[in-house]
């Protein structure tokens, strides 16, 4: 039997990467099936660590330019997400091609020129929005504004993008805004079904 392909989605300081580790100690811990985090963009290959960079503000890139660096470094990743599926572990994905295309459409490139490049990589099996209805609270959490995409009027975009062009009724929507053990017990309530489906 296949493991699950789980993707975390959403806007910057929503606590994905929190949620993220949690539900893959839930599951291996509580459902007991292996499970392997790949957090993306992965910042340790060679189109990763070019991405790092133009995340910090040290190198810059065209809009296309950088769009196609984080698809290529999704793409560098597809063997291995394959792999382990096929092999019976659950893959969790922290952001995945949404982000790619709700960024650069932000950023003001075309839906189809964005999703082209996304073609052909694997399907998730269950994707977990992260958002806000009073979004002005996530620009005060600590960290905001590290990283060059962190300023309120790209995020305000970056949201509107989602909901108005990406997100579908199976997508599982999540309130950032309230703690962390309410928004992990949401997600295992869910994440229990869809692999208990599978089995
Ligand atoms: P994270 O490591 O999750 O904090 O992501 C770093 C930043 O990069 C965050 O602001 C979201 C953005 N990002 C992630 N994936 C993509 C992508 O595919 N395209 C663009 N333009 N931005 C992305």
């Known amino acids: ?6 993707c975390f989605e959403g806007l910057d300081r929503t606590g994905k990467s929190t949620q993220v580790q949690l539900t893959k100690e839930f599951i291996e811990n509580q459902l007991l099936k292996p499970t392997v985090v790949i957090r993306l963009p992965d910042r340790t ?39 382990l599926i096929s092999q019976g572990v ?5 952001r995945y091609s949404y982000s790619g295309i ?34 002005e609270k996530l620009f005060q959490r600590g960290e905001f504004g590290n990283e060059i995409f962190e300023v309120p009027e790209l995020q305000r975009k970056v949201k509107q993008m989602y909901e108005n062009n990406l ?8 309130n950032a805004l309230e703690n962390i053990e309410f928004v992990q017990t949401e997600i295992r309530k869910k994440i229990t079904i869809v692999i208990n489906n599978f089995d």
């Not at 659950?90 to 922290?94: K, P, R």
């Not at 490139?109 to 999703?115: A, F, G, M, T, V």
């Not at 997100?167 to 999540?174: A, F, K, S």
Request: aromatic share 10%; glycine share 6%; net charge negative.
């Open 102 to 135: 709700a960024y650069s459409m932000a950023r003001g490139l075309e839906y189809q020129w964005c999703s082209a490049p996304e073609n052909g990589l694997p399907k998730p099996d269950i994707i977990f929005y992260l958002t806000a209805n009073d979004q």
């Open 45 to 83: 290959t060679p189109i990763g660590q070019q991405i790092n960079s133009f995340l910090q503000g040290t190198s810059n890139l065209s809009i296309e330019l950088s769009h196609l660096l984080f698809s290529a470094n999704r793409w560098e990743l597809k063997d291995k997400i394959e792999k």
């Open 90 to 94: 659950n893959v969790i994905l922290d």
């Open 1 to 6: 039997m296949r493991g699950i392909l789980n």
């Open 167 to 174: 997100i579908e009724d199976d997508w599982i929507v999540i």
